[in-house]
């Protein structure tokens, strides 16, 4: 009986120490996993930080960029060929839009290049007077008329 619960008592101090030890890895386990997570948001918050600094100073490039170009687009040798890229692009979306102007069927103001909604007699911005193409029999009646007149005032002097 004695020895059974010595041999007993030997067995759950053992089943102790391996529980113990097992114990001690899960814990070194888990301050490993939590340091790692630690790391991995810090890094992932460092990140996060220096994109956004990255994409401030982006930002300001581009509002220089742009004040720059303003004081300088209209330099005949401009001292950055972006100034001169950027004209070109700008040239472009222009022609871009007239003709995109064309397909929609509006038409441009030809005092200040507003797209005219409808047919307006006067531009609504800056009251240029607007004219319509007129059909072709009209327009050579009209073209007649006035080489007459022409004729008629070369005459008269
Ligand atoms: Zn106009």
Known sequence: ???YFIFF???????????????????????????????????????YKIKQKESFISMQYGAIGKAYFEDHKDDAEPAYEGVSLVNDALKEIDEL???????KGAKKCPGCGAELKGEPAYCS???????YDEPAEEAKTE??????????DFFAE
């Open 143 to 152: 073209e007649a008329s006035e080489t007459e007149s022409k004729s008629e």
């Open 97 to 103: 839009r007239e003709e995109l102007a064309k397909i």
């Open 125 to 131: 911005k800056c009251g240029t007077k607007i004219e």
């Open 1 to 3: 009986m004695n020895g």
């Open 9 to 47: 008592k030997r067995k759950e101090k053992k089943t102790m120490n391996i529980l113990d030890g097992i114990g001690e890895t899960l814990n070194n386990a888990y301050n490993d996993v939590s340091k790692k997570a630690k790391d991995a948001s810090g890094i992932a918050k460092l990140s």
